[in-house]
């Protein structure tokens, strides 16, 4: 059964930091491209970072130089480090995975809150 499990969300004071983890279970390898998306309260979903099979890594300006996504193959599981959060960075944060001309697949959603 594939599955992926975010972890590592909370609340956080404005300037803090997070950092986020997706463990993949069942058929999602190094093939797959990974992705952290956002949705905010009545807001469309975002993609926030996606680190792609081949190592290339792509972030929504409004993160760069404040989060940094990685992947480690050998336990299938994905970063997301957050640093410097800012309250217009609260969201539920979804794990995503994708292989072309494969199915792909969602996480259940971690909650992470910037206030003070």
């Known amino acids: 059964q594939v599955q992926l499990a975010e972890s590592g969300g909370g609340l956080v004071q404005p300037g803090g930091s997070l950092r986020l983890s997706c463990a993949a279970s069942g058929g999602i390898d190094s093939r797959y491209d990974m992705g952290w998306y956002r949705q905010a309260p009545g807001k469309q979903r975002e993609l926030v970072a996606r680190?792609?099979?081949?190592?290339?890594?792509n972030y929504v300006d409004s993160v760069k130089g404040r989060f940094t996504i990685s992947r480690d193959n050998a336990k299938k599981t994905v970063y997301l480090q957050m640093n410097s959060l800012e309250p217009e960075d609260t969201a539920v944060y979804y794990c995503?995975?994708?292989?072309?001309?494969?199915?792909?697949?969602w996480g259940q959603g971690t909650q992470v809150t910037v206030s003070s």
């Open positions: 680190i792609t099979s081949g190592g290339s890594i």
């Open positions: 995503h995975a994708r292989r072309l001309l494969y199915n792909s697949y």
